[in-house]
């Protein structure tokens, strides 16, 4: 390690020390496992080391902490429902049409990808988009279900390929 790293290192160890315990315990409150709320802690200060914040500018550590805890926290919770409205879907079907683990875990995971990309779109426009591309749909059909205009539906299906487009950049 450099000579210039090493001052880094210090002050994540003494950050880490210093907090973690404080952390665990402010997620462990929060959350129904203690394992999670470990995981989540480790996860971070993890967050941490890969930003660009220099931990020895940071006036208030705990305060900082918890922020990315409860961004953590909100996104774990997140990906909690989307598994569970996942496994009640797969509960539904018919045993030779449930997919194996490994299948499963692809399709979670690329239900948690299509979740994030959409995320920040208004629920209307998020549902006009999903409609139309997973099940379907015409726009007569989304305007009729939204009660809206199919022009409305224009506007929200291309404010959506938009947001699509520039997540992806």
């Known amino acids: ?36 709320a470990a995981d989540l802690s480790q996860d971070t200060f993890v967050r941490l080391l890969a930003s660009s914040q220099s931990i020895a500018d940071l006036q208030e550590p ?13 996104n774990f919770y997140k990906r909690r429902s989307l598994e569970q409205a996942y496994l009640d879907a797969l509960a539904l079907l018919p045993e030779d049409c449930v997919p194996s683990p490994e299948q499963r875990w692809i399709l979670l995971e690329t239900l948690q990808a299509l979740d994030e990309l959409l995320d920040g779109l208004p629920t209307a426009v998020r549902r006009a988009f999903l409609w139309s591309q997973l099940d379907g749909l015409g726009y ?30």
């Open 62 to 74: 705990r305060a900082y902490l918890a922020t990315v805890g409860k961004r953590l926290l909100a």
């Open 1 to 36: 390690m450099s000579d210039a790293a090493m001052p880094a290192a210090q002050n994540f160890h003494d950050l880490y020390r210093d907090h973690r315990g404080w952390l665990e315990s402010w997620l462990r409150r929060r959350m129904s496992n203690g394992n999670d």
């Open 140 to 169: 007569h059909e989304i305007a009729e279900r939204l009660q809206v205009s199919e022009r409305t539906i224009k506007r929200y299906m291309a404010q959506a390929y938009e947001h699509c487009m520039l997540v992806d950049l």
